[in-house]
């Protein structure tokens, strides 16, 4: 099945407790990001990568991290969060090109962080 | 910067009745989607419309482009509990600076609709 993973669903930590959460997709997409959401703000776009070792900032990446060293993995680090990360966050893939991306992202199920 | 905005940003229908979300967006785009979230799940396309002029109906949900206007506008036809949701716009552009592929989507803030018997 088509799908992108996200680990884990539900995550409490401290203020300054590294954390990673995972991202993979299966189905050989260029294009990862990820993505917050909080109430009234809609999702915003944290990082994404265009392919592997290609990543960028996207609006709101300050306190984040990512790699892509494979082109099925995206994980978002945390180095030293704080209680304004508390959000909804998700990982979404897609093909790149003007055609092939046509069809929008895939989404992950989500990660509900908070942080204490 | 492109902003994506929605209205209303909350809905409260009767079952039974007809209601439109309206997504406009603030620089040139032919690419918009839209998207269904129930409470605490993740994002669920529901349609991609990628000219002007595009009109896609799945059920009782309408959506339409206008390009020109920058509007996009979602229709929803004799309302039912089952449609009650938060819905996203989103508007897709470029992910380089050639215009050549299309990556990053921008969202709105989203329209939470509630259903009422």
């Known amino acids: 099945e088509a799908q992108v993973t996200q680990n884990p669903r539900y995550l409490i930590t401290v203020t300054g407790k590294k954390l990673t959460v995972t991202c993979s997709q299966n189905m050989n997409h260029e294009y990862m990001s990820w993505y917050r959401q909080d109430p009234g703000l809609g999702l915003r776009q944290i990082y994404y990568?265009?392919?592997?070792?290609?990543?960028d900032k996207g609006d709101v990446p300050e306190g984040y991290k990512v790699s892509r060293k494979e082109k099925r993995n995206f994980p978002l680090i945390l180095e030293s969060p704080s209680p304004n990360q508390t959000s909804l966050y998700f990982c979404?893939?897609?093909?790149?090109?003007?055609?092939?991306?046509?069809?929008?992202?895939?989404f992950g199920s989500g990660t509900r962080l908070t942080v204490v | 910067e492109l902003k994506v905005e929605q209205n209303p940003l909350f809905l409260s229908m009767q079952e039974g009745k007809n209601y439109t979300i309206y997504c406009n967006y603030s620089t040139t785009s032919d690419r918009l989607y839209w998207y269904r979230q129930d409470p605490g799940k993740s994002l669920e396309s529901l349609f991609v419309?990628?000219?002007?002029?595009a009109v896609k109906q799945e059920g009782r949900l309408m959506a339409s482009l206008d390009t020109k206007a920058r509007l996009s506008t979602l229709h929803i036809t004799a309302a039912v509990h089952d449609l009650s949701a938060t819905y996203f716009c989103a508007v897709g552009t470029p992910a380089n600076a050639g215009g050549t592929s299309y990556g990053k989507l921008t969202f709105g803030q989203g329209t939470i609709l509630t259903v009422h018997p």
């Open positions: 979404a893939s897609s093909f790149l090109g003007y055609d092939r991306g046509s069809a929008g992202y895939t």
């Open positions: 419309l990628l000219s002007n002029g």
């Open positions: 990568s265009m392919n592997v070792e290609v990543t």
